[in-house]
DNA sequence: CCGAATCCTCTTGGATACTG
DNA sequence: CAGTATCCAAGAGGATTCGG
């Protein structure tokens, strides 16, 4: 999986197309969040609600809409009054576990770095 | 407008923005290729406007100095006629690549999945 | 309790033109 | 060649309201 140099615009440059699918996956401002809070089982709505701090329940319907949408997160409706619904990885949204996983030990060892740099950037 | 006073925000929640600090880092539109782009050594400004397809020269520049910023890219200029500018990533910039690939190897394994997922959502 | 619908604001990013 | 500056369109996302 090497780059090419020199060459026509081949839509093998697929590579890092892939990656960018991903990453607009979890990337953007809630999936993550969603991911993480889901990894040690189910939980409700409004759970999921309470324990991402932030989030609208509109962004948080639609964050859900799209992790099942691409096969990562499954919904279960009970019908009880009131409603109760249930959200949980699927296997594959479980194997993003481990990926995730990489990236937060890299931001755990490079955090002050990062700070750093950006002080000395926006200092001088 | 919240029903209960939460206190103190949880412990856990800062495991999530640290990995989200990263994530608005890497997961904009061009800083992953943009790194991805550098892997083998430093590499001019047209070049990379060349290699990677559909960036705006705009956008490159405000990529590049974002991860420059981070330090996790370097700007070399050479007062030559006419002007000559390389950009290379850093030690840290390139720690940075074996989480990348690690989420370049999920999104390999799993992309058939996900995209058979969506047709199956948006089917029925 | 779960979520859809509407409105509105702010950011992202593309196109274009200009500089050293 | 390597930018900078300006304008503008599209979309993300927050606040609020209504519905089953």
Known sequence: MSLRNTDVPSPRDGDCRMVREILDRIGDKWSLYVIVTLKNGPVRFNELRRQIDGISQ????????????????TRTM????PVRVDYDLTEVG???LAPVMALVAWADDNRDAIQEARLRYDGG
Chains 1, 2 share one sequence.
């Not at 009970?78 to 009054?81: A, D, K, T």
């Open 94 to 96: 479980r194997t993003l």
């Open 78 to 81: 009970f019908p009880s009054v």
């Open 58 to 73: 509109r962004m948080l319907t639609l964050t859900l809409r799209g992790l099942e949408r691409d096969g990562l997160v």
